[in-house]
C-alpha cells in the first residue's frame, strides 16, 4: 500500500511501518503556507483512508526539514495578501488539519528542533505528544502580530500546561525553552541532536508495535474524546469502548497468549 498523491511543500516516507512527515520550506523556516495545508490535508485523508487495517503504518512522526526550525508558524508572508474568504479557507484547512491528526488511528509524534511558533507549535500539540531536541523553541506570539491563536492554541495549551500558564505565555508572547517546555509538561523528552530525537521516535514506536493496533487506536480515541468531558461522560465513554474491544480478535489473543506464557501475534482486528 503506498501513498499516490504528489508533494512539494512536505515529504512522506515509511519505513518499518513508521510513517514520517516532513514539512519541507527550510529557507521560510517551515513556515505553514496554504500550500502545505493543502498538501497535508490531502495526505492525511489519504492516510486516513488507506490505513484502516494498519497496513500502511503503524505509527506516525511529524517533524521539520532542516536544523532551525519544526514549523515558524503560519506564513505571515501569505497571510498579508489574503482576502477575507482565502482566510477562512486557510482558518479552516489548518483546523481540520490538527483534528485529522487527532483522529488518526495510529499516534502521531511531533519532533521538534528548533522553533515551533505560532500555528507550529499548535500543529505539534494536536499530534499525540512532543519530543525535542534542545534547541527547541515553543511560543505562541500571535499578540505581537495582532492575531490569536488560529489553530487549536487557545484550547490546547490550556489543557497541556494548565490555564494559568497558558495565559502567561500567551498574553505575553513569549518563547518557552526546551527545559521549561518539559518542566511544564508540553513536552516528554528532551535530546540532544535531531537524530538521536529521531531514533528515539523510532525505538517508542518499534516497541509499541508489540502491542494491539486496535487496543492503542481505542486507548487513543478515549483518551483524546475524554479531554473534552466531564469526568463522569469520560468513564461512560472508556466503560463502552472497554465493552467493544471485548469483541476484537486481538483481545482474545492478548488474553490467551497470556495464559499460554507466549507473546501475543496481534493483527489488528
Ligand atoms: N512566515 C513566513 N516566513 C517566515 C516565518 C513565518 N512565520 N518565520 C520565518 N520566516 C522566514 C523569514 O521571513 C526569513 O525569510 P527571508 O527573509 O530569508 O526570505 C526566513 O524565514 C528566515 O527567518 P529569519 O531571518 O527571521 O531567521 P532568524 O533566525 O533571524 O529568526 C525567528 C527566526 C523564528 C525568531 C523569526 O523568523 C520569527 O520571529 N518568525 C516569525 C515567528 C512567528 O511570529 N510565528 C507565529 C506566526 S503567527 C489563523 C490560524 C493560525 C494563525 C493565524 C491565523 N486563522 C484561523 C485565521 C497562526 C498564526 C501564526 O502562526
Do not use: W
Request: aromatic share 8%; proline share 2%; glycine share 10%.
Amino acid at each position: 500500500m503506498t501513498i499516490t498523491t504528489k508533494f512539494e511543500t512536505i515529504e512522506f516516507s515509511v519505513e518499518s511501518d513508521i510513517g514520517t512527515i516532513t514539512v519541507n520550506r527550510p529557507k521560510a523556516l517551515n513556515a505553514l503556507s496554504e500550500q502545505v495545508h493543502t498538501e497535508l490535508n490531502a495526505l492525511l485523508k489519504e492516510i486516513q483512508e488507506k490505513n484502516t487495517d494498519f497496513s500502511l503504518v503503524k505509527g506516525l512522526i511529524l517533524t521539520g526539514a532542516g536544523d532551525k526550525a519544526f514549523i515558524a508558524g503560519a506564513d505571515i508572508k501569505g497571510m498579508t495578501t489574503m482576502s477575507a474568504s482565502e482566510a477562512e479557507t486557510f482558518a479552516r484547512l489548518g483546523q481540520e488539519n490538527t483534528l485529522l491528526f487527532e483522529s488518526l488511528n495510529v499516534p502521531v509524534i511531533a519532533c521538534v528542533n528548533g522553533y515551533a511558533l505560532g500555528g507550529g507549535c499548535e500543529m505539534a500539540m494536536s499530534c499525540d505528544f512532543i519530543f525535542a531536541t534542545n534547541t527547541a523553541v515553543f511560543g505562541q506570539p500571535e499578540v505581537k502580530l495582532g492575531l490569536i491563536p488560529g489553530f487549536g492554541g487557545s484550547q490546547r495549551l490550556s489543557k497541556l500546561v494548565g490555564r494559568n500558564r497558558a495565559k502567561e505565555i500567551t498574553y505575553s508572547g513569549r518563547n518557552v525553552g526546551a527545559q521549561e517546555a518539559l518542566q511544564i509538561g508540553l513536552v516528554v523528552s528532551l535530546f540532544e541532536t535531531k537524530e538521536e530525537m529521531m531514533e528515539a521516535a523510532t525505538k517508542y514506536f518499534s516497541k509499541m508495535m508489540r502491542n494491539s493496533p486496535l487496543a492503542v487506536y481505542e486507548a487513543k480515541k478515549v483518551m483524546n474524546e475524554g479531554n473534552d468531558l466531564t469526568i463522569a461522560a469520560g468513564l461512560d465513554v472508556e466503560a463502552r469502548a472497554f465493552g467493544n474491544i471485548f469483541n476484537s480478535e486481538d483481545m482474545k489473543e492478548g488474553t490467551v497468549a497470556f495464559m499460554e506464557k507466549r507473546a501475543p501475534k496481534f493483527t489488528g482486528k
